[in-house]
């Protein structure tokens, strides 16, 4: 079993930068084979995958909104940090940091699917 | 990009369900699903097209290849009702599809 918990704040004012933080308790970001994702909801609407961070410290990101975001990790502290710029009211949704266990042949790795999702945490974009 | 079908539908219980998942390319077998309840995360159903997750009730399945694919629910019952994503894991960026919400008839 794999707990991810969110935090960060809950009211962002537009043009500012969202910084969230994924914590996840017990496993070792670097030698467990998983990535971690964020993902978003805006209120009523469909998940948006929005970046993941691999184990081997691979990351990648959605095309739309690349230039506004940036993944990390400590790994002291078992924790993947994600930075959004810029934000706008229409970046007003849940959002979660979720987990993928990793299928690796020698130096190669890959993820599929999503097995642990944390509880979600609303952003609201504001003035 | 991952479009599914249709956007919402109702049905009772005891009815068989299919959802439909359509992928604008080849993503081999690396599509999965999830249920979703209000105000919950959502939560892996099926992975690798057809592959339970530990504890999924057996009357979910999944089928399909290529870029066509297929969530079914045998028996539909009141905990089932619930909005359904596909994703494909094959290529970066992941996505997902739009949704199909589930309502009681």
Same mark, same amino acid.
């Given at each position: 079993?794999?707990?991810?918990?969110?935090?960060?704040?809950?009211?962002?004012?537009?043009?500012?930068?969202?910084?969230?933080?994924?914590?996840?308790?017990?496993?070792?970001?670097?030698?467990?084979?998983? &990535?971690?994702?964020?993902?978003?909801?805006?209120?009523?609407? &469909?998940?948006?995958?929005?970046?993941?961070?691999?184990?081997?410290?691979?990351?990648?990101?959605?095309?739309?909104?690349?230039?506004?975001?940036?993944?990390?990790?400590?790994?002291?502290?078992?924790?993947?940090?994600?930075?959004?710029?810029?934000?706008?009211?229409?970046?007003? &949704?849940?959002?979660?940091?979720?987990?993928?266990?990793?299928?690796?042949?020698?130096?190669?790795?890959?993820?599929?699917?999503?097995?642990?999702?944390?509880?979600?945490?609303?952003?609201?974009?504001?003035? | 990009?991952?479009?599914?079908?249709?956007?919402?539908?109702?049905?009772?219980?005891?009815?068989?369900?299919?959802?439909?998942?359509?992928?604008?390319?080849?993503?081999?077998? $690396?599509?999965?699903?999830?249920?979703?309840?209000?105000?919950?995360?959502?939560?892996?159903?099926?992975?690798?097209?057809?592959?339970?997750?530990?504890?999924?009730?057996?009357? $979910?399945?999944?089928?399909?290849?290529?870029?066509? $694919?297929?969530?079914?629910?045998?028996?539909?019952?009141?905990?089932?009702?619930?909005?359904?994503?596909?994703?494909? !894991?094959?290529?970066?960026?992941?996505?997902?599809?739009? !949704?199909?919400?589930?309502?009681?008839?």
């Amino acid at each position: 079993q794999v707990t991810l918990k969110e935090s960060g704040p809950v009211l962002v004012k537009p043009t500012e930068t969202l910084t969230l933080t994924c914590t996840v308790p017990g496993f070792s970001l670097t030698n467990a084979r998983m &990535a971690v994702s964020w993902i978003r909801q805006p209120p009523g609407k &469909a998940l948006e995958w929005l970046a993941h961070i691999f184990s081997n410290d691979r990351k990648s990101y959605t095309t739309s909104l690349k230039s506004r975001l940036t993944l990390s990790k400590d790994t002291s502290k078992s924790q993947v940090v994600l930075i959004m710029t810029n934000m706008d009211p229409v970046d007003t &949704a849940t959002y979660y940091c979720a987990r993928s266990p990793l299928y690796c042949s020698g130096d190669s790795c890959y993820s599929n699917e999503i097995d642990f999702w944390g509880q979600g945490t609303l952003v609201t974009v504001s003035s | 990009q991952m479009t599914q079908s249709p956007y919402s539908l109702s049905a009772s219980v005891g009815d068989r369900v299919t959802i439909t998942c359509r992928a604008s390319q080849t993503i081999s077998s $690396f599509l999965n699903w999830y249920q979703q309840k209000p105000g919950k995360a959502p939560k892996l159903l099926i992975y690798s097209v057809s592959t339970l997750q530990s504890g999924v009730p057996s009357r $979910f399945s999944g089928s399909g290849s290529g870029t066509h $694919f297929t969530l079914s629910i045998s028996s539909l019952q009141p905990e089932d009702f619930a909005t359904y994503y596909c994703q494909q !894991g094959y290529s970066d960026p992941i996505t997902f599809g739009g !949704g199909t919400k589930v309502e009681i008839k």
